[in-house]
């Protein structure tokens, strides 16, 4: 069974701040891990994935995600937030042998103060 | 969103009522799918398909039913057997359902009962 964790329900951050939104993560095998921003009452976008390669990965709007395999993390950065910026964030975890199966966090609402 | 659509945006049901919800995508993707969303929830996930003319059950199908008679289309019915459905209701569409391929999002519909 896979499992991805957002451990905070939301983050606060100054504008100009970096900001962190942490995802934690629990597969067998490889893991494809995801990211995706949500405003309200929309759908989800795609910010970034990781499924090989470099740890860092970059994607939309400045952020990007370090996948940690000793610590099962793969936690989304930016370095200086806008207010722009929020919105409720998603991690998603998959594997190489779970076919279709994408598995959500429960969202992190980040908000950015001017 | 882009690629993808959903309507209506608002649905209302009435008691013992079907309705159903309408997903297209013109991004010729194979596979497309269905999730819930509910405050604190995340997504779960209803139903998928990974070719036309075949779907399978995920996490929550209980109360729901689909059909992918075109690669496009890939419509949702919540029946009178779903005794909670008020929620979002997002439709997502993958070139493939493995090899960590990103799913795109539609826009959504809000499910309201009355």
């Known amino acids: 069974a896979q499992s991805v964790a957002q451990p905070e329900d939301q983050v606060n951050v100054a504008e100009g701040n970096p900001l962190t939104v942490k995802c934690t993560y629990s597969?067998?095998?490889?893991?494809?891990l995801f990211w995706y921003v949500q405003y309200p009452n929309r759908g989800l976008q795609f910010l970034l994935k990781?499924?090989?390669?470099?740890?860092l990965v970059k994607g939309s709007y400045g952020f990007e995600a370090e996948f940690n395999k000793s610590q099962t993390s793969f936690h989304l950065k930016k370095p200086s937030a806008l207010v722009s910026d929020s919105a409720l964030y998603f991690c998603?975890?998959?594997?190489?042998?779970?076919?279709?199966?994408?598995?959500f966090g429960k969202g992190t609402s980040l908000l950015v103060t001017p | 969103d882009g690629g993808i659509t959903q309507s209506p945006k608002y649905l209302f049901r009435k008691e013992g009522q079907n309705v159903t919800l309408s997903c297209e995508q013109n991004?010729?993707?194979?596979?497309m799918y269905w999730y819930r969303q509910d405050p604190g929830q995340g997504l779960r996930l209803i139903y998928y398909?990974?070719?036309?003319?075949?779907?399978q059950k995920g996490d929550i199908a209980e109360g729901y039913s689909v059909s992918r008679e075109k690669k496009e289309s890939f419509p949702l019915t919540v029946t009178s057997a779903q005794k909670n459905p008020t929620a979002f209701y997002l439709c997502?569409?993958?070139?493939?359902?493995?090899?960590?391929?990103?799913?795109?999002f539609g826009p959504g519909t809000r499910l309201l009962v009355l």
């Open positions: 597969v067998s095998g490889n893991p494809y």
């Open positions: 998603a975890v998959g594997a190489p042998n779970s076919g279709y199966a994408l598995n």
């Open positions: 990781y499924i090989t390669g470099d740890n």
């Open positions: 997502a569409s993958s070139i493939a359902t493995d090899r960590g391929e990103t799913q795109y």
């Open positions: 398909s990974q070719i036309v003319n075949d779907f």
């Open positions: 991004l010729n993707h194979d596979a």
